[in-house]
């Protein structure tokens, strides 16, 4: 008998969850407006909110955090961080920030100013906040074929050269301070971009004088995709595709809660010296001196030897065949979901599962009260929510996509539990021509309002 695939690891600490009734979870979400952020996680079986800082640490990475040095400056665990970085992504300059955004806020607060425009691969919601929050446009450029749900592309992350390229001659250099690339493209359904699209974009950037960065926080996935599927890869260590990825850049942002599998930590990549010198002053301004920025010497320490487990092909595997076990129990159901599964999360296409509901009525994040009231499992609406309204006409802005996100934290759940993910969402389902009212707004905040909206039933 061919022995089945099965985990890298082996479970030494366990934390307990609660299941609760329907009844429960029917008041606990109205009290919660409407919003599955405003749950406590006690009233929630299975997590899916996000894989953004739950992932569990390592044995290694809990001994790390024990040698964590705490000096305010000149710390061993400073070292340890900036010899990781350099070896696995071959950036020279690093700066340490507390989280992805806090990266982003540094990086945008050195190079954007009022109008410029950042074009990219359909930009994370924090990515586009703080161009937007300056005053700057975020253009997608990303591939069409990203945003056809049934249609199985290899890398629906890629960028779309043309349109980039129209980008690139309809405004000066001097007005595009960065292009972003995020690998993988959360927002597209956590899908990657090939090699040959970031060589590409670079050689297109570099023909403009354009510098590029990588919104990195799943490099080591979008890695593993490219060893997977994409022609002369299959036999290169997943390091030496990371360090091919990160040569067709000039920076990398991190959100090192993804892939470096730590609860909290960030970074930035940077080629340039005299960049890296500009952004300095931000970071100590915003985030801490430049030895530690918004992290503690522990978490460095965890956070270095993250990035070396991270890009372990062993541990990637598990992961994303973990993620890709819950997307083949809902694809051979029938349940709309996004094709190929993405290396984080599996999306369903809120907009084919309910139909009949109209677009104000935000259909994504429905189904995810749905979902929640059904199993106690909570998912996130990547959809008319996070879109936010549009800064110029004040009105909805209504995405291609309508999705509903289920994150996989990395190395916490069992296959077990995608059983009862997929069983609970296939209830759903079953009952899908009742769910015939959707939400209205209450309350919003201007930007990133998914996070703190108020809801109520239309
Ligand atoms: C692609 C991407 N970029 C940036 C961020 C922001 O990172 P953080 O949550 O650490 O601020 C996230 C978070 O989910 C992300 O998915």
């Not at 299941?19 to 409407?34: F, G, L, P």
């Not at 390592?58 to 001994?63: G, L």
């Not at 301070?177 to 359904?189: E, F, H, Q």
């Not at 730590?262 to 931000?282: C, P, Q, W």
Request: with cysteine.
């Amino acid at each position: 008998m061919k022995l089945p695939f099965s985990e890298s690891y082996k479970i030494k600490m366990v934390e307990p969850i609660r299941r609760s009734t329907r009844e429960q979870r029917e008041q606990w979400i109205e009290d919660a407006k409407y919003n599955l952020f405003n749950l406590r996680s006690d009233q929630v079986f299975i997590d899916l909110l996000t894989d953004s800082g739950t992932g569990a640490m390592s044995q290694m990475q809990w001994s790390e955090m024990m040698l964590g040095d705490e000096s305010y400056a000149g710390a061993s665990s400073y070292f340890k961080i900036k010899n990781a970085i350099r070896e696995i992504t071959g950036f020279e300059y690093f700066l340490p920030t507390h989280q992805g955004r806090a990266a982003e806020n540094v990086l945008f607060s050195t190079i954007l100013k009022e109008n410029d425009i950042v074009p990219g691969n359909s930009h994370f919601d924090t990515t586009k906040g703080h161009i937007e929050f300056r005053k700057a446009h975020a253009i997608d450029c990303t591939i069409d074929e990203a945003f056809i749900t049934t249609l199985d592309h290899p890398f629906k992350g890629d960028v779309d050269l043309n349109k980039l390229e129209n980008v690139l001659k309809a405004h000066p250099a001097s007005q595009i301070p960065v292009i972003i690339i995020t690998i993988t493209c959360n927002s597209s359904g956590g899908q990657p971009v090939s090699m040959k699209n970031l060589r590409e974009v670079k050689k297109m950037a570099d023909q403009y004088g354009i510098t590029v960065f990588f919104d990195s926080a799943r490099f080591a996935e979008n890695a593993y995709f490219i060893k997977i599927r994409e022609e002369g890869y299959r036999d290169k260590s997943i390091r030496e595709i990371v360090r091919e990825m990160f040569s067709y850049a000039d920076g990398m942002t991190m959100s090192s809660k993804k892939d470096a599998i730590v609860n909290m930590g960030g970074f930035i990549g940077f080629n340039s010296k005299e960049l890296f010198d500009r952004a300095t002053m931000y970071n100590i301004l915003f985030e801490g001196y430049i030895s530690y920025g918004g992290m503690s010497g522990r978490d460095m320490n965890a956070l270095a030897q993250g990035l070396y487990e991270g890009t372990d092909f062993d541990y990637l595997e598990t992961r994303i065949k973990q993620v890709a076990y819950l997307g083949g129990l809902l694809k051979d159901y029938g349940i709309p979901i996004q094709f190929p599964f993405g290396g984080h999360a599996i999306f369903v296409d809120a907009k084919r599962f309910l139909p009949h509901l109209p677009k104000e009525e935000y259909v994504a994040q429905t189904l995810a009260i749905e979902l929640y009231i059904e199993g106690g499992v909570r998912g996130v609406e990547i959809g008319t929510l996070l879109a936010d309204r549009d800064p110029g006409t004040g009105l909805n802005r209504y995405p291609d996509l309508e999705l509903m996100r289920l994150a996989i934290p990395r190395r916490v759940y069992t296959n077990n539990h995608m059983d009862y993910i997929a069983a609970a969402l296939i209830n759903v389902f079953d009952r899908r021509d009742k769910i015939t009212k959707g939400f209205k707004i209450v309350k919003e905040a201007p930007i990133l309002r998914h996070f703190t909206v108020e809801l109520e039933k239309a």
